[in-house]
């Protein structure tokens, strides 16, 4: 079997965490990828990964021979590209997914500016509110919100967000301002599952800590729709300081309960970890960061 064949069903394999994940990459059979891996094995003699059940890792062995591979794979793509003068040159497609709010407003009109000054590039723009796989899904780089866990992607800190109550000043007019977190039970909750989708709020100060289980009247999935119905006087939502920023500048919205508010949550740019980042991949991290960062600092609460 071709030697570089396997060391790339080797780094695929380890890039994206299963030999099933890493047959659909390389569009082969699981079993064309097994067999591949058992043949380099058995060709090095040694054992490169060790598997089981729940997970593969990679023995010392595997390690440094996982380097050297990348860097042999590496040197062959780079001197194909020179053969038809690439290297260096940010074009192609690139994937970037954000959630659905963040994409529509602050990462959208980044991306449109990055298109304008990078006519070689192509982006598409996937805006879900989940946390996507980068391996799995073909994703170039995604804009998380919140801490990061441990894993083996890069990530480029853009700044903080917080997460805060908010209602119209009518509606507090009418029904009063919440002074501590169980007032909530005397109000309309307008609840969005995309920052609360279990309706517990947990709360600390320096007196006190709790929680508070809400009762939403009207429930969504959607931050434009709890936000519209919360700016027509209809209730209490939550929502990330971004999303309302312009609205409280305005007046429309104001803030209540902000002493009972969680900490601040950060906003990274995360991608692939590799020796060398593709050319569109850098330029697209290189353009974007201080436009994001200047985007989500002029949401941040202290500003308003």
Do not use: C
Request: no cysteine.
């Amino acid at each position: 079997m071709d030697r570089l064949l396997q060391m790339e069903v080797f780094a695929a394999i380890n890039d994206s965490g299963s030999f099933v994940q890493a047959a659909n990459r390389l569009r082969m059979s699981p079993p064309a990828v097994t067999r591949a891996m058992n043949a380099l094995e058995e060709r090095l003699g040694v054992q490169l990964l060790t598997r089981s059940t729940r997970q593969l890792a990679l023995t010392d062995a595997g390690a440094r021979f996982l380097d050297a591979s990348r860097q042999l794979l590496f040197d062959i793509d780079t001197a194909e590209k020179q053969a038809v003068g690439e290297t260096g040159v940010a074009q192609g497609h690139l994937t970037v997914s954000a959630s659905m709010t963040f994409s529509q407003m602050i990462a959208a009109p980044v991306v449109r500016a990055f298109l304008a000054s990078h006519p070689r590039i192509s982006v598409s723009l996937v805006a879900v509110d989940r946390v996507t796989n980068l391996v799995e899904e073909g994703i170039d780089v995604a804009i998380r919100i919140g801490d990061l866990p441990d894993s083996s992607l890069m990530a480029k800190r853009l700044g903080m967000v917080r997460r805060l109550f908010v209602a119209s000043p009518d509606y507090l007019d009418r029904r009063g301002i919440p002074s501590e977190p169980s007032d909530l039970k005397l109000h309309s909750i307008i609840g969005f599952t995309g920052i609360m989708p279990s309706h517990d709020w947990h709360y600390k100060t320096k007196a006190k800590r709790g929680h508070v289980h809400l009762h939403p009247r009207l429930d969504v999935n959607d931050a434009a729709t709890a936000l519209a119905a919360a700016s027509a006087g209809e209730g209490i939502t939550m929502a990330l300081s971004y999303m309302v920023a312009d609205q409280i500048r305005s007046g429309t919205l104001v803030p209540v309960l902000e002493e009972y508010t969680p900490h601040a949550v950060p906003i990274h740019l995360v991608y692939a970890q590799s020796k060398l980042v593709a050319p569109k991949v850098r330029a697209f991290l290189d353009f974007s960061a201080d436009r994001l960062r200047t985007k989500i600092e002029g949401t941040d609460m202290e500003s308003l």
